[in-house]
Nanobody
Framework: QVQLVESGGGLVQAGGSLRLSCAASGRTFSRYTMGWFRQAPGKDREFVAAIAWKTVHTSYADSVKGRFIISRDNAQNTVSLQMNGLKPEDTAVYYC??????????????WGQGTQVTVSS
């Protein structure tokens, strides 16, 4: 498994931007698909974005497409999520995950502790 630690969450006004980062430990980081998920109070954890280990292939939830950008640096063992045009409905705890390619939480077997993102209207 891979150990993951997120950072970069916070409070931002609607229309603003935040950049989340996830630092991974483990020699095989580059072989994992990396994903970002989020969970709002009272809701299920939902897929946000994923990037394959070769960085060529990415996937985004429709709700964030065109606003969020996922990237990874295999040399630095990091994955980032640039979030632009934030909306109040983006408010959630955001989780970094490592695993196999997919959009379901069950596709991933390593998770970070989460970082809170709050967007005020």
């Amino acid at each position: 498994q891979v150990q993951l630690v997120e950072s970069g969450g916070g409070l931002v006004q609607a229309g603003g931007s935040l950049r989340l980062s996830c630092a991974a430990s483990g020699r095989t980081f580059s072989r994992y698909t990396m994903g970002w998920f989020r969970q709002a109070p009272g809701k299920d954890r939902e897929f946000v974005a994923a990037i394959a280990w070769k960085t060529v292939h990415t996937s985004y939830a429709d709700s964030v497409k065109g606003r969020f950008i996922i990237s990874r640096d295999n040399a630095q063992n990091t994955v980032s999520l640039q979030m632009n045009g934030l909306k109040p409905e983006d408010t959630a705890v955001y989780y970094c995950a490592a695993g196999n390619w997919g959009t379901n939480p069950s596709d991933y077997d390593s998770w970070g502790q989460g970082t809170q993102v709050t967007v005020s209207s």
